[in-house]
């Protein structure tokens, strides 16, 4: 309403349309600041008044009281992201709240400036972050899909401890050369192919396209337990790739 209204807001917001609050997922918000936007500002129906049974708006509140605390956690001020439920009608409302964001966004200063985080620093934590998105959907899946109804339970449902915790001790996976029976049922199942591997071939988890979402520990088979959950430790270096041919030993008739 706010445009056919012909109502003025701050022109330094630039406005990206999805079909549901519910679709900002927490790595859109991530690259948006890997891209230099100094804040994110997110416009959702009013709650309970969706008017699909997936209550999408509860999904993105969810999402951004978990973004508030990875951006404490790596140093950048919460107050760069905004969530504000409205229904289409309300223009008025939609023009203060932006304007009022954008005058937040512009005391705070440039993105990382205002934090005094070094540029190059806080890229690479936001690239380690983005990294862990899968990861941290996955641990916090349950959170993630409540529907918090009153504005109190808002605060301190993610706690700055809760998510420290989660980011400081955030586990690898390693498979054990000498349990690996090259079923390849994990490779198949691998969503980003992190697993190298083949017929006959122990498998072997590459470390830097791994997204930790823990499939291949949930696959192998248990009489193989081959994949191993691993936290607080060095993850074991891979096996050389000379070595990973399986000898099976041939059954005397
Ligand atoms: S945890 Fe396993 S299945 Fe998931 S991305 Fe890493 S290697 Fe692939
Ligand atoms: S599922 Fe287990 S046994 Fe099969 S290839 Fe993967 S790690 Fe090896």
């Given at each position: 309403m706010a445009g056919v209204s012909r109502l003025q807001y701050a022109t330094d917001i630039r406005l990206v349309r999805v079909?549901?609050?519910?679709?900002?997922d927490l790595e859109f918000v991530l690259r948006a600041f890997s891209n230099g936007m100094d804040g994110v500002f997110i416009g959702g129906c009013r709650?309970?008044?969706?008017?699909?049974?997936?209550?999408g708006n509860f999904d993105a509140l969810n999402m951004v009281l978990l973004c508030k605390k990875i951006m404490e956690h790596i140093g950048?001020?919460?107050?760069r992201l905004r969530i504000e439920f409205m229904t289409s009608g309300e223009g008025n409302l939609f023009t203060e709240v932006v304007d009022e964001f954008s005058k937040t966004v512009k005391n705070l200063g440039p993105l990382g400036k205002g934090e005094e985080i070094d540029e190059d620093e806080l890229k690479s934590k936001l690239e380690e972050i983005r990294r862990l998105v899968p990861y941290i959907k996955i641990e916090k899946r349950k959170k993630l899909a409540?529907?918090?109804?009153?504005?109190?339970?808002?605060?301190?449902?993610?706690t700055r401890d809760e998510i420290d915790t989660l980011l400081g001790e955030v586990v690898s996976y390693h498979i054990d050369p000498d349990k690996c029976?090259?079923?390849?049922i994990c490779f198949r199942r691998c969503p980003v192919e992190a697993i190298e591997g083949g017929k006959n071939k122990i498998h072997v988890i590459d470390q830097d396209k791994?997204?930790?979402?823990g499939t291949c520990y949930e696959v192998c088979p248990p009489r193989f337990g081959a994949v191993n959950k691993i936290s607080g430790a060095p993850v074991p270096p891979p096996v050389p790739e000379e070595e990973r041919t399986i000898v099976r030993k041939v059954k005397a008739k």
């Open positions: 079909m549901c609050s519910g679709r900002v709650l309970n008044e969706c008017n699909y049974i997936t209550h950048l001020n919460p107050e409540s529907h918090l109804e009153n504005k109190e339970e808002w605060e301190g449902f993610f029976q090259a079923c390849m791994c997204i930790k979402c």
